[in-house]
């Protein structure tokens, strides 16, 4: 999955840096071509990045729950000892 996310993002980053290239002689082909590369990247590289990075994780470790907040003063006072 890791390897597929690299591709996309440097296919991405490519079709960007063409676009522009290609923007200085067919304004309308590099504007196409620029366009294309950022849709790709919101609506493809963006939602596997997030998923892969998000899979395996649990959500309530991110959130402040009453556990989690009782952790967080214990921490705090055994630090300010």
């Known amino acids: 999955m890791k390897?597929?996310?690299?591709?996309?993002?440097f296919l991405s980053?490519?079709?960007?840096?063409?676009?522009?290239?290609?923007?200085?002689g067919d304004e309308i082909l590099g504007n196409k071509i620029i366009?294309?590369?950022v849709t790709f990247m919101v609506f493809v590289f963006m939602?596997?990045?997030i998923y892969d990075?998000?899979?395996?994780?649990k959500l309530s470790d991110y959130?402040?729950?009453d556990e989690n907040l009782k952790k967080m003063k214990a921490k705090s006072s055994k630090s300010n000892k």
Do not use: E
């Not at 980053?13 to 200085?24: A, D, E, M, P, T």
């Open 3 to 9: 390897n597929i996310i690299s591709i996309f993002f």
């Open 13 to 24: 980053i490519l079709g960007i840096s063409i676009g522009f290239y290609l923007k200085s």
């Open 35 to 37: 366009g294309t590369s």
């Open 47 to 49: 939602p596997l990045f």
């Open 53 to 57: 990075r998000w899979k395996d994780k």
């Open 63 to 65: 959130t402040f729950s």
